[in-house]
């Protein structure tokens, strides 16, 4: 299932924007949210973000080895990922990206020294592709649930100890993607801004708030997320 997303529908708040820059609500400087509200004005019609899933009915889950073999490929996405997807009696795998725009501007801020536009492009674009991810399991969720299943959060290597380099399993599963995205040897995705995961349904799984507290990734963007 594919999705196309204006950067309107998505782009959050300018208090939302400066939350996540670190700002206690109210407390960040006038020049910061006028350049927050201007540079969210200017992405408006600027591009949009895409998404993609794919639903595989049946996932082999290993308890032992806290593994996920989706059509022969086995994925060690160990325990914290497992802990979610154990119930699981079929997966979705997704991709999905902000596209290049907002990440281009970044850049070109960033080298003409203006550094805090481009940290504020940054903190936009990480946005819009999650917000993008949240809608495609939303709609997601709805399919699913119209035959009675549920579905667990989305997750991603990287994240809660699953090795990064099983992107290039991960994206086999995609190999003309539409949204776009290219893997470097290293795993990392081009354009940066973009999300990748599985995502487990069943009819005993369960949408939970990400487990922070057994993770000891300080630096992971999820932390303290409640979707």
Known sequence: MRF???YSELLPGTDTLARVMGYLPGTAPEPVTDLITGLSEELLTAGEARAEYI???Q????AVNRTAEVEGIIFNVKPVVFSQLRHAESAA???CTAGREVGERSRKSMKEGDLLRGYIYDVI???IAESAADNMQLSLRAATSATGMNITNRFSPG???WDVAEQHKLFSFFPDNWCGITLTESALMNPV????GIIGIGRKVLYEPYNCHRCDDRNCI???RKT
């Not at 996932?59 to 290993?62: G, K």
């Open 93 to 95: 795998l997704f991709i």
């Open 4 to 6: 196309s997303y204006k």
């Open 59 to 62: 996932v082999c889950l290993d």
């Open 159 to 161: 994240y809660c100890g």
């Open 55 to 57: 639903i595989f009915n």
């Open 193 to 196: 801004k973009s999300v990748s």
């Open 125 to 127: 674009g990480s946005e």
């Open 222 to 224: 999820y932390r303290g």
